[in-house]
C-alpha cells in the first residue's frame, strides 16, 4: 500500500489518501498531535504501508522501494491498523540495497581514479623537478618513462595473479605498493638510481590493476551489462586525470612539488583500508549469464592456490593465444592506442606550456579538458555499444566500430594540428581535446574483447596485450624528448609517430579483429 498524507496551507495535515493491491487490505488512520516542517514547496509526504504480515512479505519479496520524500516528523504519527502494522523505513545510505557487484565496481573505479592521479602527478611535478635539478627533455624523459618499466613487467604476471587468486586480493596489494611507492618519489629524487626504482615500484603496482579489474568483471558482470561496467571501471582513469591535473599545480605552487606524491600516496593508502569493507556477492552470478563456467576464488583454500599456482602456467593455453588471429589483432591495436595516449599523457602539460606560453597552473588545467571530454564520451560510447549488441547487432560489428572511431579520431585531429594551418594555439588546443576524448571509444571497443572471446582467461589475454601496451610507455615517452632535443618539433616528436600508429593500428583492427568466443583449448 502507498499512503499520501497531503499539507495545507498551514503546513497541518489535510488529508490521507491511500491504494492497495490487495483487495482484503482495511486501512484505518487515525493521526494524533502531527505538525510537519515542510518546506512551502514540498507538500507531500510519501510512504509505504504494510497492511498484514502477508502483504509486508509480499513487498519485501518484490523489492520496491520504500519512498519517504519531503519532511521531517516532529511530532507524534500514530496509525491504527486493524490486521497489522504500518512501518516507516529509510532506505539510507542511498547505496545500501544495491547488488554487492556494482559496489564492488563503484570502488574499483575509485581505485583507478587514484591510479591515474599518481601516475599523471610526475607529468606536472616534472617541470619544477627539472629546473631543480638541471633536467633536460632526455633525463626527463628517462624518468617518467621509468614508470612502464614496473608496468610492462607485471602485466602477465598481473593476470596470472588474479586468475589464481581472484582480482580482488590481486588490486588490493597492487594500490598498496604503488601508494607507498609514490611517498618515496620525493625523499629519493636527488638520488637517480633511487628515483627511478621509486617510480617502477609505482608502475609495478598500477601494473596489475587492469588486469585484476578484468577478471573481476569477467567473474561478476552478466554480459549485457559489460561494456557499461568496463567503461566505467576504466573512466576512473580519466577521473584520475582530471583531478590530479588540476589539484597538482596549487599544491606544487603552495606547498611544493613533494606534497603531491605525499598526499596522492596517502589516498591509495585510505582507498586500500576503505576496500576492507567492501563484499563480493555471496551468490555469484550463474555461469550461463557470464558465458563461462567460472570457479570461485574465494571458496579455495590458501594450499589449493598455492598448488594451482604451480600448475597453472603449463595449464595455460599460450601457444593457443598466439594461434588466434584475434588476440594479434588487440595486440597491435593496444601497442597503438597506449602510444598515442602514454605520450600526449606525458608531454601535454609541457606541449601546452610552450606553445602556449602558459605558467604550470594554466598549461595543467588546459591538459585537463582532453581527460574531463573523455568522461563526457565514455558514457556515450557505453550505452551506445551495449545498446547495439541489444537490439541484435553483431558483437564484433560494434567493437569495431567504437575501436575505429578511437582510431581514426586522434589520427585525424593530430594531423590537423601538425599541418601549418593558420590555427590559434587554443583552436589547436579545442582540436586535440576532440580528438583525445573520442579515443575513449576503445573502453567500448579493444577493451571489452578481453572478455569477449574468453571470459575465463580475460585477465591473463589483457596482462599480454597491455604488456606489449606498456613499450610505448617506455619507448615512446623517453623517445619524444629525445625528438624533441633533436628537431624542436612538437609535429614531429610528439604527433608524427602517434597518427601512423593509430593508422596502422586501425587497418589492422578491421582486417583480424573478433569478439566471438574461443575456447583455447590446447592441442596434443
Known amino acids: 500500500m502507498t499512503a499520501q498524507i497531503t499539507l495545507g496551507p498551514d503546513r497541518n495535515l489535510s488529508y490521507i489518501s491511500c491504494c492497495t493491491k490487495h483487495k482484503a487490505s482495511n486501512f484505518r488512520a487515525r493521526v494524533e498531535n502531527l ?12 510512504f509505504k504501508v504494510s497492511c498484514s504480515i502477508k ?7 518484490a523489492g520496491k522501494n520504500r519512498i519517504f520524500n519531503g519532511s521531517e516528523v516532529n511530532d507524534l504519527l500514530e496509525e491504527d491498523i486493524s490486521d497489522g502494522e504500518v ?29 591515474n592521479m ?30 612502464f618499466w614496473g608496468y610492462a613487467l607485471s602485466q602477465l604476471p598481473g593476470g596470472w595473479l588474479a586468475k589464481i587468486f581472484g582480482g580482488r586480493k590481486v588490486l588490493q596489494v597492487g594500490v598498496l605498493v604503488w601508494s607507498l611507492a609514490t611517498t618515496f618519489v620525493p625523499i629519493l629524487a636527488g638520488f637517480m638510481p633511487g628515483l627511478v626504482f621509486s617510480r617502477i615500484l609505482v608502475g609495478i603496482g598500477e601494473g596489475v590493476s587492469p588486469s585484476a579489474a578484468t577478471d573481476m568483471i569477467a567473474r561478476l558482470i552478466p554480459i549485457g551489462e559489460r561494456s557499461r561496467a568496463v567503461s566505467f571501471v576504466f573512466s576512473g582513469l580519466s577521473v584520475g586525470s582530471v583531478l590530479g591535473l588540476l589539484f597538482a599545480p596549487p599544491l606544487i605552487k603552495n606547498y611544493g612539488w613533494g606534497s603531491v606524491f605525499y598526499i596522492f600516496g596517502i589516498l591509495g593508502v585510505a582507498w586500500f583500508l576503505g ?21 570461485d576464488p574465494r571458496s579455495k583454500s590458501s594450499n589449493s592456490s598455492l598448488e594451482e599456482l604451480r600448475t597453472s602456467l603449463r595449464d595455460v593455453p599460450w601457444k593457443e593465444f598466439f594461434k588466434s588471429k584475434a588476440v594479434w589483432a588487440m595486440i597491435y591495436a593496444h601497442f597503438c592506442g597506449s602510444w598515442g595516449h602514454y605520450t600526449c599523457l606525458s608531454w601535454l602539460p609541457t606541449y601546452f606550456s610552450e606553445e602556449l606560453n602558459l605558467d604550470l597552473t594554466e598549461a595543467a588545467w588546459v591538459s585537463v579538458l582532453p581527460p574531463l571530454a573523455s568522461i563526457f564520451v565514455t558514457s556515450i560510447a557505453s550505452q551506445l555499444a551495449d545498446n547495439l549488441i541489444s537490439k541484435g547487432v553483431e558483437t564484433t560489428v560494434v567493437r569495431k566500430i567504437c575501436q575505429t572511431i578511437a582510431f581514426v579520431s586522434p589520427a585525424t585531429c593530430m594531423i590537423l594540428s601538425s599541418l601549418d594551418l593558420g590555427l590559434s594555439p587554443w583552436e589547436v588546443v579545442a582540436i586535440l581535446t576532440g580528438g583525445l ?63 601512423f600508429f593509430y593508422l596502422t593500428g586501425t587497418i589492422v583492427w578491421l582486417t583480424l579483429a573478433s569478439s566471438k568466443p574461443q575456447t583455447f583449448e590446447k592441442s596434443d
Open 35 to 46: 505538525s510537519l516542517n515542510a518546506s512551502p514547496f514540498n507538500r507531500k509526504l510519501r
Open 275 to 295: 576496500f576492507q569493507f567492501v563484499q563480493e556477492d555471496q551468490a555469484p552470478l550463474s555461469a550461463a549469464s557470464l558465458s563461462w563456467p567460472q570457479s
Open 87 to 115: 512501518g516507516l523505513e529509510w532506505d539510507w545510505p542511498p547505496w545500501q540495497n544495491l547488488p554487492q557487484r556494482y559496489k564492488l565496481i563503484g570502488t574499483t573505479s575509485l581505485a583507478f581514479v587514484v591510479c
Open 118 to 147: 599518481d601516475k599523471v602527478n610526475l607529468s606536472v611535478a616534472i617541470i619544477p623537478m627539472s629546473h631543480q635539478f638541471g633536467w633536460n627533455a632526455s633525463v626527463a624523459g628517462l624518468v617518467q618513462s621509468s614508470f
Open 55 to 61: 502483504e509486508r512479505e509480499i513487498e519485501n519479496v
Open 437 to 499: 576524448a573520442l579515443s575513449s571509444f576503445a573502453l567500448s571497443g579493444l577493451y571489452c574483447t578481453h572478455q569477449d572471446i574468453s571470459p575465463e582467461y580475460a585477465s591473463i589475454l589483457l596482462g599480454i596485450t597491455n604488456t606489449v601496451g606498456a613499450i610505448p610507455g617506455i619507448v615512446g615517452v623517453a623517445l619524444t624528448g629525445y625528438l624533441f632535443d633533436s628537431t624542436h618539433s612538437w609535429g614531429i616528436s610528439l604527433f608524427a609517430p602517434s597518427i
